[in-house]
T-cell receptor
Framework: NAGVTQTPKFQVLKTGQSMTLQCAQDMNHNSMYWYRQDPGMGLRLIYYSASEGTTDKGEVPNGYNVSRLNKREFSLRLESAAPSQTSVYFC???????????FGPGTRLTVL | QKEVEQDPGPLSVPEGAIVSLNCTYSNSAFQYFMWYRQYSRKGPELLMYTYSSGNKEDGRFTAQVDKSSKYISLFIRDSQPSDSATYLCAMSVNTGNQFYFGTGTSLTVIP
């Protein structure tokens, strides 16, 4: 039981490049989330998916797109990376009817 | 105004001390209150989870919620060096809904 896994662990991009951050969970959770964490700003929600086939914007969705590929996988795409998107990105999942979130180990992204 | 305010610290205490961590919030609709612990370069992990007002105790940890004051606290008794981490409060209106996190308080427990 791996929990929530994220790939890659580290990534360096140049401004304007695109990339997809992958997230998968093996706990059969319905809800999945993408956050970014910046110094002094805490965790901010980018997008979430309450169930397979649905996605909703969070607090800071601009510059990002998501895909809930199936119940297990929730990916985050940066179409044209900007230095302001340098951050640590966390994926999380949550079982139904609870507020307990399980987090992945994070992806450290630097945009030059 | 941010939805959730949390003093970032840093907080440094000797081993065995009682630690008090706090958050305030502005949205009176919040019903679910969580405390997460995050070790350096790791993802957050859930420490305590309470619904509505009141106290909840789990070993050395006690979570308190005062909805009338829009104030939540986490108390750590007999603090240990292994408690050194960043503690984040989080809250939501409903289950499976958007969470709002504080910025986190960095705690160091000195042996």
């Amino acid at each position: 039981n791996a929990g929530v896994t994220q790939t890659p662990k580290f990534q360096v991009l140049k401004t304007g490049q695109s990339m997809t951050l992958q997230c998968a969970q093996d706990m059969n959770h319905n809800s999945m989330y993408w956050y970014r964490q910046d110094p002094g700003m805490g965790l901010r929600l980018i997008y979430y998916s309450a169930s397979e086939g649905t996605t909703d914007k969070g607090e800071v969705p601009n510059g990002y797109n998501v895909s809930r590929l199936n119940k297990r996988e929730f990916s985050l795409r940066l179409e044209s990376a900007a230095p302001s998107q340098t951050s640590v990105y966390f994926c999380a999942s949550s079982p139904p009817a609870t507020n307990e979130q399980f987090f992945g180990p994070g992806t450290r992204l630097t945009v030059l | 105004q941010k939805e959730v305010e949390q003093d970032p610290g840093p907080l440094s205490v000797p081993e065995g001390a009682i630690v008090s961590l706090n958050c305030t919030y502005s949205n009176s609709a919040f019903q679910y209150f969580m405390w997460y612990r995050q070790y350096s370069r790791k993802g957050p992990e859930l420490l305590m989870y309470t619904y509505s007002s009141g106290n909840k105790e789990d070993g050395r940890f006690t979570a308190q919620v005062d909805k009338s004051s829009k104030y939540i606290s986490l108390f750590i008794r007999d603090s240990q060096p292994s408690d050194s981490a960043t503690y984040l409060c989080a809250m939501s209106v409903n289950t499976g809904n958007q969470f709002y996190f504080g910025t986190g308080t960095s705690l160091t427990v000195i042996p």
